[in-house]
């Protein structure tokens, strides 16, 4: 048969569906090749015939998938639905808290097929794959829509953890975890979290009225010392701020997350260090009030002399004690 005849012929065949072709692996339709390309293609006999029902079936579920579809490509379309199935599957379930993800052996097994044998598996299978597309994408959905109140309430529970009424909360967030139940309904986090914040937010604010309570008794010590009330302002104002010794203000605790970020920038521990420092802190800044009405002590320098008699050395003794008792007389240290 001449050569043109052949090439007709694989192409009415191809067509038709009663034959396949792919160029280096990769299924290639009949538009795609011409009379160069179809002697270097690897053709094989099509043995199943689908009906336009199928086809439309089949069609359905590329478009609910969103996948695009052209009517000599169906094959390479249904790989696609099956790559954006399996994607789906795994973000509909994870690690704990979730659930694990769903199995997806059918789907890579559907992908594994060829031509109108894949077509045909899609269409075999098409309730399952569009009751699994719908109920993972529900879960997909839920994972985006929970998971960040989930890892709010695990710092949370962090901040919480030397409050002994967390306990409780606790376990019934490892069980969350441990039993995978993210996804439950009714929502399993919200009252969980609601809980874990109002007890913090309490915590919180003890915490921070018993530091102020501390830091009102410590001030009031040290404006009530002689030794800070003969300082000037401008002094006084140096040493409380070298000693840090600036009151914190109560931090705002109007919503959740206003308490997790409070929490993330002094924790409940670090308040309570805080209230502890205070007195040494106190005790510091008084002794430093202290240090500086300390008189200047003023240096006397023995003056030279050349001596050679007993009441030579002692009326440079005499004179010398003069000078000192001076200085000392008048409240100035003073160093030789």
């Known amino acids: ?109 559907l992908r594994d097929l060829d031509g109108n044998a894949l077509i045909l598996g899609l269409y075999n299978e098409r309730d399952r794959l569009r009751s699994e597309m719908s109920a993972w994408r529900e879960n997909a959905e839920r994972t985006g829509a929970r998971r960040p109140a989930w890892e709010r309430l695990s710092r949370l529970l962090h901040h919480a953890g030397g409050l002994a009424e967390s306990r409780r909360l606790r376990e019934q967030s490892g069980a969350i975890a441990r039993e995978r139940t993210l996804l439950d309904e009714p929502d399993p986090v919200p009252p969980l979290l609601s809980e874990t914040t109002d007890l913090l937010r309490a915590a919180l604010n003890e915490t921070h009225e018993r530091y102020a309570e501390a830091f009102d008794a410590e001030m009031g010590k040290l404006e009530s010392s002689e030794t800070w009330r003969k300082l000037s302002e401008e002094q006084r104002s140096g040493i409380l701020r ?36 205070l007195p040494e802190r106190f005790g510091r800044a008084l002794a430093e009030a202290a240090r500086l009405l300390e008189p200047k002590a003023v240096r006397v320098r023995p003056p030279n002399a050349s001596l050679a008699t007993e009441d030579e050395v002692d009326q440079y003794l005499k004179d010398l004690r003069g000078r000192i008792m001076g200085h000392i007389d008048a409240g100035r240290p003073v160093t030789l």
Do not use: C
């Open 1 to 109: 048969w001449p050569r043109d005849a052949v090439d007709g012929a694989i192409f009415v065949l191809l067509a038709t569906d009663h034959l396949r072709a792919s160029v280096n692996g990769v299924p290639t339709p009949a538009r795609n090749l011409d009379q160069g390309k179809v002697s270097g293609a690897d053709l094989r006999a099509e043995t199943i015939v689908l009906t336009m029902q199928q086809r439309l079936e089949v069609r359905k579920l590329f478009t609910e998938a969103g996948v695009q579809w052209r009517s000599d490509e169906e094959p390479q379309a249904a790989r696609r639905l099956m790559d954006y199935m399996i994607s789906l599957a795994a973000k509909s379930g994870g690690e704990s808290p979730l659930p694990a993800p769903p199995d997806t052996v059918h789907l890579r097994e």
């Open 242 to 277: 070298a000693s840090g010794l600036q009151k914190q203000h109560k931090p705002r605790l109007e919503g959740g997350a206003a308490v997790l970020d409070a929490l993330n920038g002094v924790s409940l521990s670090e308040w309570e260090n805080l209230t502890l420092s």
